[in-house]
């Protein structure tokens, strides 16, 4: 990623547009993606995906070219947010429901809330009460999701040939969904709030929106947390970065289902912890890895109850605020998917490479 500001800083006032190429020392392009993520109505990031080995320096020079000439871009990241009632409608902004029945969302959005997908595997939020993550296991790298849970369209609860929903959520957090703890009790983000949605960009090699709640009681406390998920092409992961205002003695709170397993592996490191779990846990007892990646922190992994009120069947780990927004990656790697899948090794080599290139640094100079 690349500041508007510092290239103008060099360059003076650049181009409006929404491609432009990198041109390395061999003449080769690679596209990058210019996004306005502040909603100001211009561009303020260049974003690119650049193969670099370790120690290896590359230069490139920017060329501008006509939007014509990008008519038949790939794209490798989708967002998907549909009324259920004319999926023609994608919404750009909505307000989440009140309810926690599932009835009322599947009758209300597409795939009952936003979904968000790239080239490798796909998530789902609930945007309800319930405000959990679920995942979209693909066997395609296309991008499917406009088409998925319209009316009398197959269920998604089977086998399609794009893939399938794989994960069995209930009340718990699912893939990756956020929380708030209080003199150790766990408080969902959903129930009570004035919850909101709001797509930020969608391009060829990443998407980003955001979820947005207000006025979440915490003991008398009203907390605003606001929550941005980016999807990057050819990653098997999300990313978040996580806002919380007047949290008071608050804390953060992510975490992995844990309906279909027993165990978690944590890994502690300097620039990068992250915990685990590897099992027979997709929806027809796949295995199915999954991981909260967090860089530079150091984290604790803790257990919440099988039953009860609240968030139940959950890994989870604790986040400070001292250091806002608050960042982390979640993963998933579907057997179904890749064969290396279905054995923890397989997963676990995967996972470490992914950790890997999170964790290293890179510079950039103008």
């Known amino acids: 990623v690349v500041k508007r500001s510092d290239l103008e800083a060099k360059f003076g006032q650049l181009k409006e547009q929404s491609l432009v190429y990198l041109v390395d020392e061999n003449g080769d392009k690679i596209l990058a993606q210019l996004d306005d993520t502040r909603g100001k109505g211009a561009w303020d990031e260049l974003y690119a995906q650049v193969d670099l080995k370790t120690g290896q320096n590359r230069t490139f020079t920017l060329e501008w070219a006509d ?14 947010f549909a009324d259920i009632n004319d999926a ?51 066997v395609t790298s296309k991008m499917v999701l406009d088409k998925v849970g319209v009316k009398d369209a197959p269920t998604y609860h089977k086998m399609q040939e794009w893939g399938m929903d794989i994960l069995k959520v209930g009340n718990s957090l699912g893939a990756g969904g956020i929380a708030l703890i209080s003199a150790n009790k766990l408080y969902q983000v959903g129930p009570g709030a004035v919850g909101t949605y709001k797509l930020i960009t969608e391009g060829p090699l990443r998407s980003i929106f955001e979820l947005k709640f207000d006025r979440i009681n915490i003991e008398g406390r009203l907390i605003s947390v606001s929550h941005r998920i980016t999807i990057e092409a050819g990653r098997p992961f999300y990313n978040n970065l996580v806002f919380v205002d007047d949290a008071g003695d608050a804390k953060l709170v992510t975490g ?91 997963f676990e080599n995967e996972l470490k490479k992914q950790v890997d290139q999170i964790a290293a640094k890179i510079d950039v100079v103008i």
């Open 67 to 80: 939007e014509a000439d990008f008519a038949d871009v790939k794209y490798r990241t989708n967002i998907r």
């Open 256 to 346: 992995i289902v844990n309906m279909q397993t027993n165990d978690v592996y944590y890994i502690p490191g300097t620039d990068v912890s992250y915990f685990f779990t590897h099992d027979k846990q997709a929806y027809f007892g796949e295995y199915l890895g999954m991981a909260i990646i967090v860089p530079n922190r150091q984290i604790e992994v803790f257990t919440a109850p099988d039953e009860g009120e609240g968030i139940i069947q959950t890994y989870y780990t604790v986040l400070d605020l001292v250091n806002q927004p608050i960042e982390y990656y979640f993963m998933a790697a579907w057997e179904v998917q890749n064969s290396i899948y279905s054995t923890f090794k397989g």
């Open 88 to 138: 023609s409608k994608e919404l750009e902004r909505a307000e989440r429901l009140k309810t926690s029945d599932s009835e009322t969302a599947e009758n209300t959005f597409q795939f009952e809330g936003p979904g968000w997908e790239n080239d490798v595997i796909g998530f789902r939020n609930y945007f309800d009460a319930r405000n959990g993550m679920d995942i979209w296991g693909k």
